[in-house]
């Protein structure tokens, strides 16, 4: 039987800031389960991508539109997810998305330096697993990250 271990959920409003107070709430949640330092610096890092791509894509910069996150940890894994109910990226622009490749910024070449398409990339490399689901409208990021053995 799967155990899942200590739950946070909680709903914020889309803006260009809440990706900060996200962070910062989930960050001591994490700390309270025992997550290390390493863990959780990436695992947030990938959170604030995230979000932010709610806020800039999914609502198109619209404020105070719901996102969703929940996180715990299931048999040594944690578990974080991220919704929203805006716009929704097909099965293609996922694929593409997570399977891109991250071109390094060249000073001399413009065509470097955007970072769209950058943080699903990262997010990839720092977690084990990425999933994205539509259901009724809304659209759901799955990120696992195994926790000590």
């Not at 271990?5 to 994490?30: G, P, T």
Request: charged residues 30%.
């Amino acid at each position: 039987m799967e155990m899942v271990k200590c739950h946070f959920n909680k709903q914020y409003k889309s803006s260009l800031d809440v990706s900060r107070d996200v962070a910062e709430d989930i960050k001591a949640f994490w700390l309270d389960v025992g997550l290390k330092e390493d863990v959780i610096d990436q695992i947030e890092l990938c959170l604030v991508e995230l979000v932010n791509n709610a806020y800039e894509h999914a609502y198109q910069l619209n404020e105070g539109e719901p996102i969703e996150l929940n996180s715990y940890i299931k048999n040594n894994e944690l578990v974080i997810e991220i919704a929203d109910y805006g716009e929704s990226m097909t099965d293609e622009e996922f694929e593409k998305a997570v399977k891109g490749t991250f071109i390094e910024p060249d000073p001399e070449d413009p065509e470097t330096w955007t970072t769209s398409g950058r943080g699903f990339i990262i997010v990839v490399q720092l977690t084990d697993n990425l999933e994205y689901e539509k259901a009724g409208g809304k659209n759901t990021f799955k990120l696992y990250k195994k926790t000590e053995a």
